[in-house]
């Protein structure tokens, strides 16, 4: 099955510090990977959507000089948490998508997650 | 607007009780998908079912059933026999027909079961 991964799985940083979160489709191409916020007891915020050799596009509220995310190749998006506050404090989820027609086009495989924890 | 409700924010039973979590969705796509997912403490997200718009056959896996109602765009989800592995925060969401856009969640369900 298609397999996302995450690293780190869990980071912790001081204040003012960057943070760089790797997801990597590792069975299929993803042409399209999402990046989520999940703060406790809450549901996942979907922060951008990134496609493969284009801009990311943020969700209203984003800041995406805070939020840097590349997606350089098919198979890699990083998440740059820039000079970090605690407030930055958060579950972060990727997903991705495989090429339309490709039989990982019509389902989400999620990351197992990344907890930043900024002091 | 494209939405996802769930209705039941924390639900507690006691083992081999059966529990369903209610699940319903707002669209206007003839075609999307619905999923549930499973987030234990751990915090990965175990994906569970997907269903598409044209399939409203009912699905049975092993204590898990789905029911999808397309007249009431509902999509319950329900666990016979619970046991306390199950406790879990549960996730129903949404696909529109769109190809590059992300999924649509609902607020998630807390299931606490007990011994």
């Known amino acids: 099955g298609a397999v996302v991964s995450q690293h780190p799985s869990r980071v912790i940083c001081k204040s003012g510090t960057s943070v760089k979160i790797e997801c990597r489709s590792l069975d299929f191409q993803a042409t399209t990977m999402f990046w989520y916020r999940q703060f406790p007891k809450q549901s996942l915020m979907l922060m951008a959507t990134?496609?493969?050799?284009?801009?990311?596009?943020?969700e209203q509220g984003v800041e995406k000089d805070k939020f840097l995310i590349n997606h350089a190749s098919l198979t890699l998006s990083t998440l740059t948490v820039t000079s970090a506050h605690p407030e930055d404090s958060s579950f972060y989820i990727c997903?991705?998508?495989?090429?339309?027609?490709?039989?990982?086009?019509?389902?989400?495989?999620f990351g197992p997650g990344t907890r930043l924890t900024v002091l | 607007a494209q939405k996802v409700t769930q209705a039941q924010t924390e639900i507690s039973v006691v083992e081999k009780e059966d529990v369903t979590l209610d699940c319903v969705y707002e669209t206007r796509d003839t075609t999307y998908y619905l999923f549930w997912y499973k987030q234990p403490p751990s915090g990965e997200l175990v994906f569970l079912i997907r269903?598409?718009?044209?399939?409203?056959q009912n699905e049975i896996s092993g204590r898990y059933s789905w029911n999808f109602q397309k007249s009431t765009s509902s999509f319950n989800f329900t666990i016979t026999a619970s046991q306390v592995v199950d406790s879990a925060v549960y996730f129903c969401a949404l696909h529109p027909d769109q190809a590059g856009t992300a999924l649509i969640f609902g607020k998630g369900t807390t299931l606490s079961v007990s011994s």
């Open positions: 990134s496609n493969e050799g284009s801009k990311a596009t943020y």
């Open positions: 269903r598409n718009s044209f399939d409203e």
């Open positions: 997903s991705a998508n495989g090429y339309p027609g490709a039989s990982t086009a019509d389902t989400q495989y």
